[in-house]
């Protein structure tokens, strides 16, 4: 791509040292326009000085999205992941994957507000972001130009970014001049996450002081706590009879588990460019959203439903880690996983103790099904026929006696 192909660019800017740098590239190497945009996903970050710095670096004040998108990711991509019983590789709850969709569309939105023909984003070319960040622009912008600097430059370390920065006059925060945070951290809503130094070695422990939102089980408090979750439709609507838009329903959910020390995860995962890479999260409210989800699933949904969500799950995970949330196929299943959630309505009560959530009693008045009268081990007054379990048995052992019979022959 040719820098003179590029008028305006739409860069994903979180005012840190690797996107400051960026907007100075890209300035002045494609001699392009830039536009800023800084989303508040809760990451609990005052997000001002990133204004501040982008005004300092010379990008116009209308030029500057700073946009507040806490309530929008909550509702339109938490809570949908999360009708879907989500995991990834079987512990990880995608905290930082269900955030890029989101980001890719804003950068697209701005892009076509703004007349830009190009986006720009900070994603190394080891990781998977880069992936997240570039299919969703695509899959809603088809024609948009996509810069990414770390598969373009040579600035391939801290000590280069460094270097540059200090060179074109680029403030640089005390923290990086005396070597920085000790990890490569990304939050949000849903959760943080911690990569890099100390934790590259797989075999090494976290350092307890590494953790931010949660305290350890150890120090966790000496009584559980109790809590009373509602859902409509597989949302959560309040906490303990008390109702709140989505993104407040998560964050006091994450206040609650961490101070009880739930969702912490140790994890290598496989990534999607093909390496194995170690991380560390914090998903307090995450773990205990899900839990009390899959509770409240197990009296409103059918057995065989509940058994192809569960089947359809692994692979609906797969799409999100791999960036392929605006896929015709991720929203086919999304529609089939939402039709689905027509009945789970009602409420969990779990119990918090030393980083565990553990259900303790669950209730729908409207859309229960289970049935008292059959699941009985008391006198059922004639409710369920035991008799019919025969033939029930017998059927389904036919194929099996006959294999069985089949196996006697063979051996005389």
Same mark, same amino acid.
């Given at each position: 791509?040719?820098?003179?192909?590029?008028?305006?660019?739409?860069?994903?800017?979180?005012?840190?040292?690797?996107?400051? &740098?960026?907007?100075?590239?890209?300035?002045?190497?494609?001699?392009?326009?830039?536009?800023?945009?800084?989303?508040?996903?809760?990451?609990?970050?005052?997000?001002?000085?990133?204004?501040?710095?982008?005004?300092?670096?010379?990008?116009?004040?209308?030029?500057?999205?700073?946009?507040?998108?806490?309530?929008?990711?909550?509702?339109?991509?938490?809570?949908?992941?999360?009708?879907?019983?989500?995991?990834?590789?079987?512990?990880?709850?995608?905290?930082?994957?269900?955030?890029?969709?989101?980001?890719?569309?804003?950068?697209?939105?701005?892009?076509?507000?703004?007349?830009?023909?190009?986006?720009?984003?900070?994603?190394?070319?080891?990781?998977?972001?880069?992936?997240?960040?570039?299919?969703?622009?695509?899959?809603?912008?088809?024609?948009?130009?996509?810069?990414?600097?770390?598969?373009?430059?040579?600035?391939?370390?801290?000590?280069?970014?460094?270097?540059?920065?200090?060179?074109?006059?680029?403030?640089?925060?005390?923290?990086?001049?005396?070597?920085?945070?000790?990890?490569?951290?990304?939050?949000?809503?849903?959760?943080?996450?911690?990569?890099?130094?100390?934790?590259?070695?797989?075999?090494?422990?976290?350092?307890?002081?590494?953790?931010?939102?949660?305290?350890?089980?150890?120090?966790?408090?000496?009584?559980?706590?109790?809590?009373?979750?509602?859902?409509?439709?597989?949302?959560?609507?309040?906490?303990?009879?008390?109702?709140?838009?989505?993104?407040?329903?998560?964050?006091?959910?994450?206040?609650?588990?961490?101070?009880?020390?739930?969702?912490?995860?140790?994890? &290598?995962?496989?990534?999607?460019?093909?390496?194995?890479?170690?991380?560390?999260?914090?998903?307090?409210?995450?773990?205990?959203?899900?839990?009390?989800?899959?509770?409240?699933?197990?009296?409103?949904?059918?057995?065989?439903?509940?058994?192809?969500?569960?089947?359809?799950?692994?692979?609906?995970?797969?799409?999100?880690?791999?960036?392929?949330?605006?896929?015709?196929?991720?929203?086919?299943?999304?529609?089939?996983?939402?039709?689905?959630?027509?009945?789970?309505?009602?409420?969990?009560?779990?119990?918090?103790?030393?980083?565990? &959530?553990?259900?303790?009693?669950?209730?729908?008045?409207?859309?229960?099904?289970?049935?008292?009268?059959?699941?009985?081990?008391?006198?059922?007054?004639?409710?369920?026929?035991?008799?019919?379990?025969?033939?029930?048995?017998?059927?389904?052992?036919?194929?099996?006696?006959?294999?069985?019979?089949?196996?006697?022959?063979?051996?005389?």
């Amino acid at each position: 791509m040719s820098s003179g192909d590029i008028k305006k660019v739409v860069l994903a800017y979180s005012g840190g040292l690797d996107t400051s &740098v960026i907007l100075k590239w890209l300035q002045d190497v494609y001699k392009c326009e830039v536009v800023t945009f800084t989303a508040d996903l809760g990451q609990g970050e005052e997000l001002e000085p990133a204004r501040a710095k982008a005004l300092q670096l010379g990008i116009k004040p209308g030029n500057i999205f700073i946009d507040d998108v806490r309530e929008e990711f909550v509702r339109d991509f938490v809570f949908p992941m999360f009708r879907a019983n989500t995991i990834y590789e079987g512990e990880y709850l995608l905290g930082t994957s269900i955030a890029r969709p989101l980001i890719a569309k804003r950068l697209v939105d701005i892009a076509r507000e703004t007349g830009a023909d190009a986006i720009s984003h900070g994603a190394t070319g080891k990781g998977n972001d880069q992936v997240r960040f570039e299919l969703g622009a695509y899959a809603l912008m088809p024609g948009v130009k996509i810069i990414a600097p770390w598969r373009e430059w040579d600035l391939l370390s801290r000590e280069k970014l460094l270097a540059y920065a200090e060179k074109h006059g680029i403030p640089i925060e005390m923290k990086h001049k005396q070597g920085g945070s000790p990890y490569s951290m990304d939050a949000n809503l849903l959760h943080i996450s911690y990569e890099g130094r100390h934790l590259e070695d797989p075999s090494a422990e976290a350092e307890e002081s590494m953790w931010r939102w949660t305290v350890s089980p150890e120090a966790a408090p000496d009584a559980a706590e109790y809590l009373d979750l509602e859902f409509e439709r597989g949302d959560l609507v309040s906490i303990n009879g008390q109702r709140m838009p989505a993104h407040e329903l998560l964050a006091t959910l994450n206040r609650i588990g961490g101070k009880h020390g739930i969702g912490r995860l140790d994890l &290598v995962e496989n990534r999607y460019v093909g390496m194995k890479s170690r991380g560390c999260y914090e998903t307090p409210g995450g773990t205990i959203l899900l839990r009390a989800h899959r509770a409240i699933e197990s009296i409103t949904l059918d057995r065989e439903v509940a058994h192809l969500k569960d089947d359809l799950m692994p692979r609906y995970a797969s799409m999100i880690y791999t960036g392929y949330w605006w896929s015709p196929e991720r929203r086919a299943l999304q529609a089939l996983i939402d039709h689905t959630q027509q009945t789970v309505n009602g409420w969990v009560r779990l119990k918090l103790y030393k980083g565990n &959530v553990v259900v303790v009693a669950r209730d729908s008045k409207t859309d229960s099904l289970f049935d008292p009268t059959i699941a009985t081990f008391e006198d059922d007054a004639g409710a369920y026929d035991q008799k019919d379990a025969a033939g029930f048995i017998k059927l389904n052992a036919l194929r099996m006696r006959i294999a069985a019979n089949a196996a006697i022959k063979r051996g005389k």
